[in-house]
């Protein structure tokens, strides 16, 4: 069954540090999403890409966020400057266009800012 | 701005037991769905209820969508251990893909 991928499963970085996190949403799949989870809280939406441009974007995402996508495959979330508060567990998600919009997601990359 | 609010936040319960969970939802969607999380891991999608009145079933799980109540639940049926993870509700804002979530609800079975 296709799913979601994420690499790095895990990435530990210092204050101030770029990270790039990758994801390959499943192939027949046109939205793009990613999302974070401080540890123990909920889910929040950061941005959705549709068609090679953004098409939502949370108050989170500011302007140390970017997104792309790089090739056929792969979307990236950079965050370019990280602070201790980026630290959490990001999740890409990818849904079809399909009535149902249901959003598939992929295991994850806790990302831990020292 | 668009609230969803989970209760209970936190259930313990015995093996063979049913319960509910509730989801309310502040504006009008068009979609709401269903999440289960294990400890550590990612979100694995239960359900998506499109409509007024959708029912859908899995096994020992049964969600359901009043939107005039905006309202949302997930029943457990004779619970099992197995069904002990944290569950979420989301609804999509404005009809953009945007999932607001709640807050989850920690479920534990205790065998």
């Known amino acids: 069954e296709p799913e979601v991928t994420q690499t790095p499963s895990h990435q530990v970085t210092q204050m101030g540090q770029e990270v790039i996190l990758r994801c390959v949403p499943i192939?027949?799949?046109?939205?793009f999403y990613w999302y974070r989870q401080i540890l123990g809280q909920k889910v929040e939406f950061l941005v959705s890409?549709?068609?090679?441009?953004?098409?939502?974007k949370s108050e989170i995402f500011d302007d140390q966020f970017s997104v792309e996508r790089p090739d056929g495959s792969n979307f990236t979330l950079k965050i370019r400057s990280t602070k201790l508060e980026d630290s959490a567990m990001y999740f890409c998600?990818?849904?079809?266009?399909?009535?149902?919009?249901?959003?598939?997601f992929g295991p994850g990359t806790r990302l831990t800012v020292t | 701005e668009l609230k969803v609010e989970q209760n209970p936040l936190f259930l313990s319960m015995q093996e063979g037991k049913n319960y509910t969970i509730y989801c309310n939802y502040s504006t009008t969607s068009d979609r709401l769905y269903w999440y289960r999380q294990d400890p550590g891991k990612s979100l694995e999608s239960l359900f998506v209820?499109?409509?007024n009145g959708a029912v859908k079933q899995e096994g020992r799980l049964m969600a359901s969508l009043d939107t005039k109540a905006r309202l949302s639940t997930l029943h457990i049926t004779a619970a099992v251990h197995d069904l002990s993870a944290t569950y979420f509700c989301a609804v999509d804002k404005d009809s953009n893909y945007q999932l607001i979530w709640g807050a989850g609800t920690k479920l534990i079975i205790k065998p």
């Open positions: 890409f549709y068609n090679n441009e953004i098409s939502e």
């Open positions: 192939s027949n799949h046109l939205y």
């Open positions: 209820l499109l409509s």
């Open positions: 998600a990818s849904s079809a266009l399909d009535r149902n919009y249901e959003q598939y």
